[in-house]
């Protein structure tokens, strides 16, 4: 089926606020193979509105709206639908009462204008909501389907789960999208592209898989449909063939971050580890505890900021800072070691650079980093320059740390 969906809300046209229903929505129709061929923000404006639903409705087989059932002046989704589609509406009394025990409930009159929400569409389904006072729908026009949702959030996600979903799971006949994400750290998204042409001769006949670039990570995003057992035993042979070319460049999958892989890996070795930041201000052991049940393997850390910190809470010596400079790979180690022995962990990890963008020098420009791993045995160290603000140096830097700690952990296991 192809849908199409239409967020309603003057609000969503601004600064202020983003159409994050529209994303509930793709996902329920994702689930099902149902492909989204048009979105729409339309304002509280009655005709920009119906222009849209006509228009929309003419490109689909099903249309959804969320958005505009409320009990105010510019709530107008409901007579939108009716001009649009040559419908009727007409007051059911019995959601009337039912508006009126919610606010009384809670010790209130209702107000006179919430009547509004108790008008229905002549001869179509209403849906009943649980979550709040407006009702959805469910119309049927020329053979087509309209669903017509609230906007409230809590309120969309209980509907979409008690209505929409079995529908869909209903028309399908049980056939649905399944999808596999593997998540890779330490390449570049082209760097995935040229991993991956092996797989994409081997493939060239099907559709070709989807490359995302994130702040977190690089995905590919696998995807089949059927039965769950089909398509699960051939999402699970196209992802072999992926880790034969990328290896341990994947960390994870669906929904997993290097900071929760890096606390499952520790946990399951009996592992600990300890931090010593510089240029990141705390950023990895805030990510790192982030993971419930983190104090199992994170011992703490300590956020060094100047040199003087550095040499009094990890015992980086002074004089190696004044022979190398803070921002250095000398430093770097000084502080993993130190970290590692200062709580007794099993790791430490030092980060060290120059965040900007200020501070920088033509010998060490601004985005210099040094990142290293101590082990019980040895220490791993890495130089990068990262090329962007201030967040964007320290975000991929805490990044890069916890990679290089996954590695180092998986090279030594």
Not at 36 to 60: C, M, P, T, Y
Not at 198 to 223: F, M, N, Q, R, W
């Amino acid at each position: 089926m192809n849908c199409a969906i239409i967020a309603v809300g003057s609000e969503m046209l601004g600064p202020t606020r983003l159409d994050t229903n529209s994303l509930k929505v793709t996902t329920a129709l994702e689930e099902y193979g149902s492909a989204v061929i048009r979105k729409a923000v339309v304002g509280d404006r009655l005709e920009e509105l119906v222009n849209e639903i006509r228009f929309s409705l003419d490109q689909v087989d099903v249309l959804i709206t969320t958005g505009g059932l409320g009990p105010t002046e510019d709530d107008m989704t409901r007579e939108a639908l009716a001009r649009a589609l040559g419908l009727d509406l007409v007051l059911d009394q019995a959601i009337v009462d039912r508006i009126e025990a919610r606010f009384a409930q809670r010790g209130w009159k209702m107000p006179e204008v919430n009547k509004r929400q108790a008008m229905v569409f002549v001869g179509q389904q209403t849906l009943t909501n649980e979550r709040g006072t407006a009702p959805g729908f469910h119309l049927e026009v020329r053979g087509k389907h309209v669903w017509v949702f609230p906007g409230v959030p809590h309120e969309l996600e209980w509907m979409l789960a008690t209505y929409f979903r079995p529908w869909l799971h209903e028309r399908s006949g049980g056939q649905a999208r399944w999808r596999r994400v593997l998540k890779i750290a330490g390449i570049t998204e082209s760097g995935v592209e040229e991993k991956l042409k092996p797989y994409y001769e081997a493939h060239a006949d099907e559709p070709p898989v989807t490359i995302l670039a994130s702040p977190s990570a690089i995905e590919i995003h696998l995807a089949a449909n059927g039965d769950e057992a089909t398509a699960r035993d051939l999402l699970a042979i196209r992802e072999r063939e992926l880790l034969d070319l990328l290896g341990d460049r994947v960390f994870g999958y669906d929904d997993d971050t290097l900071e929760a892989v890096v606390g499952r890996l520790l946990k399951s070795r009996g592992e600990t580890l300890a931090t010593a930041e510089s240029c990141t201000g705390g950023l990895l052991s805030s990510r790192i505890t982030d993971i419930s049940g983190s104090s199992a393997y994170y011992m703490g850390g300590a956020v060094c900021y100047t040199g003087a910190a550095k040499t009094m809470l990890v015992g980086v010596p002074s004089e190696l800072i004044a022979a190398h400079g803070e921002v250095s790979e000398e430093v770097a180690i000084a502080m993993a070691r130190g970290a590692r022995e200062r709580f007794g962990t099993t790791y430490g990890v030092g980060i060290t650079g120059i965040a900007g963008p200020t501070g920088g020098t033509p010998t060490k420009p601004v985005g210099t980093v040094h990142i290293a791993v101590a082990t019980p045995t040895d220490v791993e160290h890495r130089k990068l320059f990262w090329q962007g603000p201030r967040t964007i140096v320290k975000w991929f830097s805490t990044q890069t740390a916890l990679d290089l700690l996954r590695k180092t952990m998986l090279r030594t296991g």
